[in-house]
C-alpha cells in the first residue's frame, strides 16, 4: 500500500535462509512478522532486524506444523494493511533410514513438510486473492525432482508442496488477482539443517545466496525457481537418466 512500509510474513523465521532473507527486507525498511517456534530466538532475531534498519519487527511463537485456523492467524499477522508477501520457510529433513523403518516417523516428515506447509499455503492464497495483491513465496527443494534412495520420503512431501505451490500459481494468474506464488527450489544449502551432510564444493550454497533469491522471487519471475539457477540443469539431467543407470548409483 502506498506510503507505508511494506509488510511481510515469514513462516519458520528461525531457519538460516529465512534469516538472510529478513535482513535483506529490514534494510528496505520493511516490517516484518516473523512467526517460528522458538521465542527467544525470534526475539534475537526481531532485536537485529530492528537494528538492520526494519521499521517493525513482532516475534510470534506458533508451532507451524501444526496449523490452528491457519486463516485466522494469517489474517491476524497481515493485519488490516495485508501482506505484501507470505515467505514459508520451514521444514524438517528427517533420518530416511529410520522413516522407512517406522511408519510414525515418515508420517511426521510428510506432515511436517506437506500436510502443514500445503494448509498455509491455502490459506496465503486466499488472503492474497482477497487483497487482489502480494506474493507467497514457498521454499521447496530439488529432492522433488526425482525420487532417490537417500531421502525419498522428504523428497515426496516436497514434490508434493511444488505441485500444490505450481497449482496455486496457476489459480492465481488465470482469476487475473494481482496475486503470485513462486516455490524456490535450492540444492544443497550450508545449514544447520544439513549439518549431518558432507559439505564443501560448488554445488553448495550459503544461505545468503538463496536469501537474494527468495526476495528476488517475490518481486517477480517463477512460478519455479532454481537455487542458484544451475540446479534446473543438473535436475533436468538427473531426470533423464534412464532408471536401469540411476538404479546402479547410491544417490
Not at 550450508?190 to 559439505?199: F, N
Request: glycine share 10%; with cysteine.
Amino acid at each position: 500500500m502506498s506510503g507505508q512500509p511494506r509488510r511481510i510474513v515469514i513462516l519458520g523465521a528461525t531457519s538460516a535462509m529465512a534469516e538472510a532473507t529478513a535482513r535483506l527486507y529490514a534494510a528496505e525498511g520493511a516490517a516484518l512478522v516473523l512467526v517460528g517456534r522458538r521465542l527467544d530466538r525470534l526475539e534475537e532475531i526481531r532485536a537485529d532486524l530492528l537494528a538492520r534498519g526494519a521499521s517493525a519487527a513482532e516475534a510470534v511463537a506458533a508451532d507451524l506444523a501444526r496449523p490452528d485456523a491457519a486463516a485466522d492467524q494469517l489474517a491476524a499477522w497481515a493485519g488490516p494493511q495485508g501482506a505484501d508477501a507470505v515467505l514459508l520457510f520451514y521444514g524438517v529433513l528427517g533420518d530416511q533410514a529410520q522413516a522407512e523403518r517406522d511408519p510414525a516417523i515418515a508420517r511426521e516428515i510428510l506432515s511436517v513438510n506437506f500436510t502443514s506447509a500445503a494448509e498455509w499455503c491455502l490459506a496465503a492464497a486466499n488472503l492474497l486473492e482477497a487483497q487482489r495483491r502480494g506474493a507467497l513465496v514457498v521454499i521447496g527443494s530439488v529432492a522433488g525432482d526425482r525420487g532417490r534412495q537417500s531421502n525419498y520420503v522428504y523428497g515426496a512431501a516436497k514434490a508434493g508442496l511444488g505441485v500444490l505451490v505450481q497449482g496455486i500459481a496457476h489459480r492465481l494468474a488465470l482469476r487475473n488477482t494481482g496475486a503470485r506464488a513462486v516455490l524456490v527450489k535450492p540444492g544443497f544449502v550450508d545449514t544447520p539443517m544439513t549439518d549431518g551432510l558432507p559439505k564443501g564444493g560448488p554445488l553448495w550454497a550459503k544461505p545468503e545466496a538463496i536469501a537474494r533469491i527468495v526476495r528476488a522471487s517475490a518481486q517477480g519471475g517463477g512460478p519455479v525457481v532454481y537455487a542458484p539457477w544451475f540446479w534446473r540443469f543438473i535436475m533436468l539431467i538427473i531426470r533423464l537418466v534412464p532408471a536401469p543407470l540411476f538404479h546402479k548409483r547410491p544417490l
